[in-house]
Each structure stands twice: as C-alpha cells, then as structure tokens.
C-alpha cells in the first residue's frame, strides 16, 4: 500500500490544502491503518504482561503445578545447601554454629594450595576427565553412524538393546561384575593362564587402574548416548542425502558433509555438558574400585574429600576444595559454551 502525503497530492474528494478537510482525514485514517495503534511501552506493558501471565497461570495452572516439585527439589537439595559453602572461609567444629564459629578468611584456601597431596589428587582428576572425555564422548557417535548404516532392523534393535541395558545398572553392579572379571582368580585371569600366560592383578595394580575405570565407563555408558544421537540422526533431512548422491557423493563424503552437521547440534550439547562434569569424575564407581595400593593413579578430588571431610571430620578444608573444584567446572562450561557459539553458532544459551 502506498500512502500519499495530502500536503502534495491532495484528494479527489475535497480540498488538496496542508490542513483541514476530506483529504487530509482519508489520509490520516489510511496512515493510522498502515502503522498500527501506538506501541504500549514503561508501565502500561509491564503491568498488560502481568496481566497477561496471570491470565495464563489461571488457564492452565494445571500444568504449572507439575514443575513445583521439581523446583522445590532444587531448591531445598541444590541451592540451599550452597548456603553452607561459607564455611569455606570459616572455622567449623561439629556441633557448633552450621555457618562456623571463627571467620579464617582465605587460611583452607592457602592449606589446599600449598597441599602436594591435593595436587596429586587434582592431576588424577585431570587424567582421569580428559581420557573418558576423549574416549567415552566419540565412542556413541561412532557406534551411532554405525547402527545407522545397518539394513537389519532386527539386528540393530538387537545391538541397541545389547548396547543399553547396561546403562540401568547400578555402579555397584557394574563394579562387582569388574571384580569377577578383573581378580586373580577371575575370568579373564582364567583365560590368559590357558594361553599360558600369567595372572595379573588388575584391580590391586596402580598402572591398570585407569584402563579398567575408562573400559568399565565407556561400556555402562555408550550405549545411552549412542539412543541419543540415533534419535538426532532421524532429524536429518533425506532429501540432503538425495543430492548428495546425485553430486555423487559416496557413503562415507554423504557422512561427512550431511550427517555429521546434521547432528552436530547433539553433538555441540553433549560435549558442553560433558565439559561441565570434566572434574566431577564418578565418585562413586572409583570409591568403590579404588584401594590404597592404587592411590597414586585413582585418587580425585571427589574421593580426596570424602576421606577429608567425612572420615577426618575437616569440613572447612573440605569445603574449600570443594568450592575450587565447582569454580573450575563453571569456568570450564562457560568457555566451552562461548567457544562453540563463536565458532559453530551452536550453544547452550
């Protein structure tokens, strides 16, 4: 629609003056259509959006309601308890104050730091965190482009079942079942001594640790992520591959210039989260594998607090460990986040 300035043009049915007029009315009321009523802005919006998300609540409060319990869940077990964290820079003695009794300042912070122990345990950590996420992070994708490929869907509903089922058992399973296989006296010991070799003590031997964690890891955990990125897989569009095939593109140029940015989103996200529980290496698996003849490889910051804080009964100290280690991992996300938004445009928030 053009709109006509009644200064200039005038109107066919009155007068073609600046003011006043037939005109100038039809113009007016034809500018006023073309740009709408006048935007509603400062307190008049902020109270129609108020408004606005009452009207909403009351409609469907039926379903806002079912995310109360999971607020209050993260609210009293997640964000409450960071409360306690001030006690990092406060003397605290069982029995007393829950915030400590004595302000230390930064006096756990330089005990940690100056702790050749800690840092021991922080380059276990480190270790540990960059082999699963080197490892256990690519081993779905490859498992999923594999699967992928596959015309049986008998047999790949059967590798996925296989791949999966592990994922429903508990770490104290997974970690008896390592035990039967790993012992002296267990099944892979059985068979190297029917090939004639000797029995090895993987499970008391520092130099094995590592190996029987990630191998123990990746197999509880590939199959979880291989569903994950079967389910991104059928988001990509088929008729990419169509062209593709016409260009002439084999299997393995249609998986890497359509598949692979086809899931990459998955992939983008995964990684970042991955990122995020780079120094929280499961605790619970390793306190339960672990023993002092493999300390020197298997000891992390999870296990080094535990025996800190809840069998020495040192909470402060504990707690400032603690604090560093959960600085680190936000540090880490945040970077990893804003890196991926800047170089693939694809990020968490």
């Known amino acids: 629609m053009t709109v006509h300035d009644p200064v200039v043009t005038g109107s066919t049915g009155g007068s073609s003056g600046p003011t006043g007029g037939p005109g100038s009315a039809a113009a007016a009321t034809s500018l006023g259509t073309v740009l709408g009523p006048p935007a509603r802005t400062g307190r008049g919006s902020g109270r129609g959006a108020v408004r606005g998300w009452r009207r909403a609540l009351r409609r469907d409060w039926q379903l806002y309601s079912l995310v109360v319990l999971p607020l209050l869940f993260f609210l009293v077990f997640r964000y409450v308890p960071m409360l306690g964290n001030v006690i990092a820079f406060r003397r605290f003695r069982p029995g007393s104050s829950i915030f400590g009794d004595e302000w230390v300042g930064l006096r756990y912070v330089e005990l940690f730091i100056n702790d050749p122990t800690f840092w021991k345990v922080f380059q276990n ?11 256990a992070f690519p081993l779905p994708i490859v498992l999923a482009l594999l699967l992928n490929e596959l015309r049986s869907a008998k047999f790949k509903r059967l590798v996925q079942t296989v791949s999966y089922l592990p994922h429903f058992m508990s770490v104290v399973i997974v970690v008896g079942m390592v035990f039967q296989l790993l012992s002296l006296r267990g099944t892979v010991n059985q068979l190297i001594d029917l090939v004639g070799g000797s029995p090895v003590n993987f499970v008391q031997e520092a130099a094995w640790f590592r190996t029987v964690y990630i191998g123990s890891e990746v197999w509880q955990t590939v199959g979880w992520g291989t569903i994950l990125y079967l389910a991104a897989l059928t988001t990509v569009d088929q008729n990419l591959y169509e062209a593709a095939r016409i260009d002439g593109a084999n299997r393995w140029k249609q998986t890497w210039h359509v598949t692979l940015p086809g899931i990459r989103p998955t992939m983008v996200t995964l990684l ?60 880490l996300i945040l970077s990893a986040n804003a890196i991926s938004r800047r170089t693939v445009g694809t990020s968490l928030w």
């Open 125 to 135: 950590t480190l270790v540990l965190g960059a082999l699963s996420l080197a490892i």
């Open 272 to 331: 970042i989260l991955n990122i995020g529980t780079f120094m929280a290496v499961g605790f619970e698996k390793i306190l339960l594998l672990y023993n002092p003849l493999v300390y020197s490889t298997a000891d992390v910051i999870s296990t080094y607090l535990f025996r800190v804080g809840i069998s020495s009964s040192n909470f402060s100290y504990a707690t400032a460990i603690g604090l560093f280690e959960s600085l680190i991992g936000l540090t």
